[in-house]
């Protein structure tokens, strides 16, 4: 996946009456059943929307999704409850990747060097957080960042540059905090 930054965007049309007809049918079919016994349920709707997510990942009910087209999650990949996706551009979360409550991924931001309206200035660049890595409850994580191999992102931690493989970073911003030793891997 490319993570190069500053890829000017803008929100064309299609993409408005995409995400017109996925908030009525979230409104609708994806935030009223929050059981786990909906959980097919709610990734049927969003492989309908163009997602392309593993039938054993687990998004709660309350997730907050911009657009699930630009959604990929792995096998066992969990969106915690209350986590808001504001995927603009892709976010990839691979196998066994846990996002935890009221986490913020964000794909998108404004050029601030630009003095044009703020649909001129709009940029965004994926997100891609790899194997059994951990975002802790409340963090952020900014558009083009990479999550390495089972690092750890501690709880409201900010992350604007990519983390290496098993790091523990936490703060804002990010700083590295150690090196994650896992004992039975």
């Known amino acids: 996946m490319n993570l190069a930054k500053h890829t000017p965007g803008y929100v064309a049309l299609s993409v408005k009456v995409k995400r017109a007809i996925w908030n009525v049918v979230c409104f609708c079919l994806f935030r009223p059943f929050p059981t786990k016994i909906f959980r097919p349920w709610r990734i049927f709707l969003l ?52 996002v935890s409550q009221y986490s913020y991924l964000c794909t998108a931001s404004h050029d601030v060097d630009m003095l044009n309206t703020a649909d001129e200035s709009l940029i965004t660049a994926p997100i891609w957080i790899k194997e059994k890595a951990w975002i802790g409850s409340r963090a952020f994580v900014g558009l083009g960042v990479c999550i390495g191999k089972a690092a750890v992102v501690g709880a409201t931690a900010s992350v604007y540059k990519s983390v290496e493989d098993y790091l523990v970073v936490g703060g804002n911003p990010a700083k590295i905090i150690k090196k994650r030793i896992i004992k039975n891997e």
Not at 86 to 95: A, F, G, M, S
Request: charged share 25%; proline share 4%.
């Open 47 to 98: 492989k309908l929307f163009g997602a392309k997510v593993e039938w054993d990942a687990e998004v709660y009910a309350s997730v907050r999704l911009w657009a699930p087209w630009n959604l990929q999650m792995g096998h066992r990949a969990c969106l915690g409850p209350q986590v808001i996706c504001y995927n603009q551009d892709k976010v990839l979360l691979e196998d066994d990747v846990v």
